[in-house]
């Protein structure tokens, strides 16, 4: 089996997806492994040391003829396309936010497992990536708070007097808010937490951090996540949070809701009522951020606090991320293989189903699906709609009597209004010309529908008021 390890090309990634020690095990079992020149020099690996570990090193395309591809950021549109039908990659796909890169999978005919899809349960533990990623990423961030806070962290007792602690407040008490909490106390700071979650409080006193306790309901989603919050709940939670957010000298936010936008934690006026020198790193940045108006890749001032835009905060420590990361892929690669080395794939097995996202020219995932769309309504399934419409239509009308006709007229103009919604949704989603045209189509019948059902209805209430006058 032929498999392939990327060089990423998404700006600012510097991590890998095979390390030699994660390809040498491979090579022993038979497989054929090409790496990317260059793919793992940020990572501390040279192509040497992938040659050393029995690897082809190509200056050029891997992509072509491998049945198995493994990478890190999401593939490209374009090396998605080139993919052969029925080849495997295996590596972070952003589903939520890069539907071209999906539907380049599905049309390929790739069988694409993402990384974020991986359940979170023990059995998957050593291939959740999320899980040794943020490990990094909440290292990494403390680190970014402590650089550019011109304080000291720890508390220093000298000749010369006392230096207080500092203190850092953490939002977001996942696994990079758990390891944002363990550095900070590492570095010697007073840290305060807070998490949605019931169940982090044991979690964040455990790291010898101080819990907040805000007095609001607790919320706690599936699979150990947070759950979204409604507007009402934020906004009282924001409010709790105002006096602690001032009195941070650092405050570091990592709270982030899977496939969707970071929720928002701190608005610009309580960044604003922060001290002289305090610093906020927002860990969310790249899904929207937690902090008021953060941008990722940024760093800029609001009034006395610095506040920085984390951006591939994993990729600034590369060699022990990409160490972690590779580890994850391996052990997933290795749930895909049968005892030969073949590859074997147990759509039944609940890991497998779980993290497949495109398989046999389909979306499998099904939020996925829904956004990517394209894969699952076929011609037959509207002809059927159309068909079924039409004859409802006509046994609606035909058997209605004429004094009601009215009042139907009422009901068909919010029909119509409800087809008109549809088609614009139609006609903005569609890939092709064909799809173009019926869905221009459809908006310019609904639109006549529509308006000429209100003119008809406005001339029938006419009528019957001229009745009654005449009565």
Not at 248 to 259: E, H, M, Q, Y
Request: net charge negative; charged share 20%; glycine share 10%.
């Amino acid at each position: 089996m032929r498999i392939a390890v990327v060089a990423e090309r998404r700006p600012g990634e510097r991590r890998v997806a095979a390390l030699p020690a994660t390809v040498a095990p491979l090579v022993r079992a038979g497989h054929e492994v090409v790496v990317a020149s260059g793919a793992g020099v940020a990572a501390l690996a040279d192509d040497d040391a992938y040659r050393a570990a029995g690897a082809t090193v190509v200056d050029g395309d891997v992509l072509t003829g491998a049945d198995v591809v493994l990478h890190v950021r999401p593939l490209l549109p374009a090396d998605a396309g080139a993919l052969r039908p029925g080849a495997v990659t295996i590596g972070f796909a952003s589903p939520a936010t890069e539907p071209d890169g999906v539907r380049a999978l599905r049309d390929a005919g790739a069988t694409s497992f993402a990384m974020e899809l991986v359940p979170r349960i023990s059995r998957a533990q050593s291939m959740d990536a999320l899980t040794s990623q943020s490990l990094v990423t909440g290292y990494r961030c403390v680190l970014e708070a402590a650089v550019r806070l011109p304080r000291f962290f720890p508390l220093f007792m000298t000749a010369a007097g006392t230096v207080p602690p500092a203190t850092v407040l953490v939002l977001g008490a996942g696994v990079a808010g758990l390891q944002a909490i363990a550095t900070a106390k590492r570095l010697g700071a007073v840290v305060q937490a807070y998490d949605v979650r019931p169940s982090s409080a044991d979690e964040v006193r455990s790291m010898g951090a101080t819990f907040l306790d805000l007095g609001l309901e607790v919320l706690e989603g599936s699979g150990g996540y947070a759950r979204e919050l409604g507007e009402d709940r934020a906004q009282r939670q924001r409010e709790a949070l105002a006096p602690y957010v001032a009195k941070a000298d650092a405050l570091i936010t990592t709270a982030a809701v899977p496939g969707r936008q970071a929720p928002l934690l701190v608005t610009s006026d309580m960044v604003e009522a922060m001290g002289p020198g305090s610093v906020v790193v927002d860990l969310a940045a790249e899904s929207g951020g937690n902090v008021q108006g953060v941008v990722a890749g940024e760093t800029r001032q609001v009034r006395h606090a610095t506040v920085v835009g984390l951006q591939d905060a994993a990729s600034a420590m590369p060699a022990d991320a990409s160490r972690l990361y590779a580890k994850n892929v391996a052990n997933l690669l290795a749930l895909l293989l049968d005892d030969a080395g073949a590859l074997a794939l147990d759509l039944d097995d609940e890991i497998v189903d779980a993290a497949c996202l495109t398989h046999a020219g389909a979306v499998r995932h099904a939020p996925t699906r829904l956004q990517a769309g394209g894969d699952d309504v076929t011609a037959t399934a509207w002809l059927t709609v159309f068909v079924l419409a039409v004859f409802v239509g006509f046994e609606v009308v035909a058997k209605v009597s004429s004094t009601l006709h009215t009042p139907l007229m009422s009901g068909a103009n919010a029909i119509h209004g409800v087809v008109l919604v549809g088609a614009v949704l139609v006609t903005g989603r569609t890939e092709t010309t064909a799809g173009l045209v019926l869905g221009l189509v459809a908006v310019v019948l609904a639109t006549v529908n529509l308006v000429g059902g209100f003119v008809v209805t406005d001339r029938m209430l006419e009528m019957f008021r001229g009745r009654e006058g005449r009565r």
